[in-house]
């Protein structure tokens, strides 16, 4: 069984930062692609970034140049350095992990949500 859990979200003033990070844990797994995924009240859930395990990344459009999303393979840790923070940055922010089992089966697990908040 995995387990994912985030940590670092909270209230912050516009043009301020936050990172975000999550963590898995378990056994008889690799992991393959992380990614973030982000969630306003009312709209759809987006991709906000992700990173495969070679440690190639894609951003969505509103978030060049502003976040960087990293991995640390050894911990199970995805990270996400959110600057200069925008009141549309607002949302409940979730992480995303492509898991493969020892008997090579490919899971998708989510982790439970953190919320940001960006507002003076």
């Known amino acids: 069984q995995v387990q994912l859990v985030e940590s670092g979200g909270g209230l912050v003033q516009p043009g301020g930062s936050l990172r975000l990070s999550c963590a898995a844990s378990?056994?008889?797994?690799?992991?393959?692609?992380m990614g973030w995924y982000r969630q306003a009240p009312g709209k759809q859930r987006e991709l906000v970034a992700r990173i495969t395990s070679d440690g190639s990344t894609n951003y969505a459009d509103f978030v060049k140049g502003r976040f960087t999303i990293s991995r640390d393979n050894a911990k199970h840790t995805v990270y996400l350095q959110m600057n200069s923070l925008k009141p549309e940055d607002t949302a409940v922010y979730y992480c995303?992990?492509?898991?493969?089992?020892?008997?090579?089966?490919?899971?998708?697990?989510w982790g439970q949500g953190t919320q940001v908040t960006v507002s003076s």
């Open positions: 995303k992990v492509g898991i493969i089992t020892t008997m090579k089966y490919a899971y998708d697990y």
């Open positions: 378990g056994s008889g797994f690799s992991i393959n692609a």
